[in-house]
């Protein structure tokens, strides 16, 4: 499943499957990124980061895609578990505006057993 | 250890009193931060501040406060509350100038009647 980050805010896939969840960021000039996950309840959890001179970072279970020249960023999670439920965030770290992050919309996956 | 940890975690209050809500890590990173969550799930941030330096998003009203006791801790007064205010209160902690990753308080719920 592929959702569309801030013009689909929600994307169901099967456990097992492959998700991917895009976010588009603003600034040209942010040169870290971070994908967070955030459960019922609790505050975003940290999953993966990227700085802006790599394309790809992975991680367990995760791909972080980095394409500068469309400002485009994706998260993909293999094999996709109930466990993965939650709201997706995408933050850029603006160091023009003192080093704080902004995130984006957030995407919330629903994995169905 | 909880790494970044937020009281209380619900308040319920009602309008036009004055609250705080408290943030203390173990992280020993100089550089903390507080967002406000809506009902959407948007994160936006409202202060960062270190040892040195308070940036303020200048859209937060006057009406809410960092206060820093020491290091470890940064609370958020909140005076006058209004219905407006009510939303998840996230304390974070950013590893400065190490990795730049943020860690993030389990969040606090407050609701102005």
């Known amino acids: 499943g592929e959702s569309v980050g801030l013009h689909l805010p929600t994307l169901s896939v099967q456990e097992g499957d492959n998700s991917i969840i895009n976010c588009a960021y603003s600034?040209?000039?942010?040169?870290?990124f971070i994908w967070y996950k955030q459960e019922s309840g609790k505050g975003p959890q940290f999953i993966i980061d990227i700085r802006s001179n790599m394309d790809k970072r992975q991680g367990q279970r995760v791909t972080v895609l980095l394409n500068k020249t469309v400002k485009h960023l994706s998260l993909q999670i293999a094999a996709t578990q109930p466990g993965d439920s939650a709201v997706y965030f995408c933050a850029e770290n603006m160091k023009d505006t003192g080093n704080q992050f902004y995130f984006g919309t957030g995407t919330s996956l629903t994995v169905i057993p | 250890d909880t790494a970044v940890s937020q009281t209380p975690k619900y308040l319920v209050t009602q309008m036009g009193n004055d609250k705080s809500i408290k943030c203390e890590q173990n992280?020993?990173?100089?550089?903390m931060y507080w967002y406000k969550q809506d009902s959407k799930k948007f994160l936006k941030i409202m202060f960062s501040?270190?040892?040195?330096?308070?940036?303020i998003n200048e859209t937060v009203p006057n009406r809410f406060s960092p206060k820093s006791p020491d290091k470890a801790h940064l609370n958020l007064h909140i005076n006058s509350l209004e219905l407006g205010d009510s939303a998840v209160y996230f304390c974070?902690?950013?590893?400065?100038?190490?990795?730049?990753?943020?860690?993030f308080g389990p969040g606090t719920r407050l609701t102005v009647l």
């Open positions: 501040y270190n040892n040195k330096e308070l940036i």
């Open positions: 974070a902690v950013q590893d400065r100038p190490s990795t730049d990753t943020q860690y």
């Open positions: 992280l020993g990173h100089d550089t």
């Open positions: 600034n040209s000039a942010s040169d870290y």
